[in-house]
């Protein structure tokens, strides 16, 4: 299994990222996805869940801001990110099972 993120960079607040993972070594379209991120001040937090089925679900401050998205075709998952904060600044992980992690990529939201 591995998953590779990419799409981090530095934003202003209130702009917008979109994170991808490509997943690779396993059938993508049979597992729930998520995103964490680890942050400075709070440590390591979930952010945005799918299903194989496509149902989502989201925590926190994500709501409403965040869209958590796949595209099996492709093997692959998304954050779409709005409304930046600066306390969005974290290392993003797309993780299947909580068992296999990608490498994260940064984002940093600043001015």
């Known amino acids: 299994v591995q998953l590779q993120a990419s799409g981090g960079g530095l934003v202003q607040p209130g702009g917008s990222l979109r994170l991808s993972c490509v997943a690779s070594g396993y059938a993508f379209k049979n597992f729930a996805m998520s995103w964490l991120r680890q942050t400075q001040g709070k440590g390591l937090e979930r952010v945005a869940d799918?299903?194989?089925?496509?149902?989502?679900a989201y925590v926190g401050s994500a709501k409403g801001r965040f869209t958590i998205s796949r595209d099996d075709a492709k093997s692959t998952l998304y954050l779409e990110m709005n409304s930046l904060k600066s306390e969005d600044t974290a290392v993003y992980f797309c993780v299947r099972d909580m068992n296999y992690w990608g490498k994260g990529t940064l984002v940093t939201v600043s001015s």
């Open positions: 799918i299903m194989n089925d496509d149902k989502t």
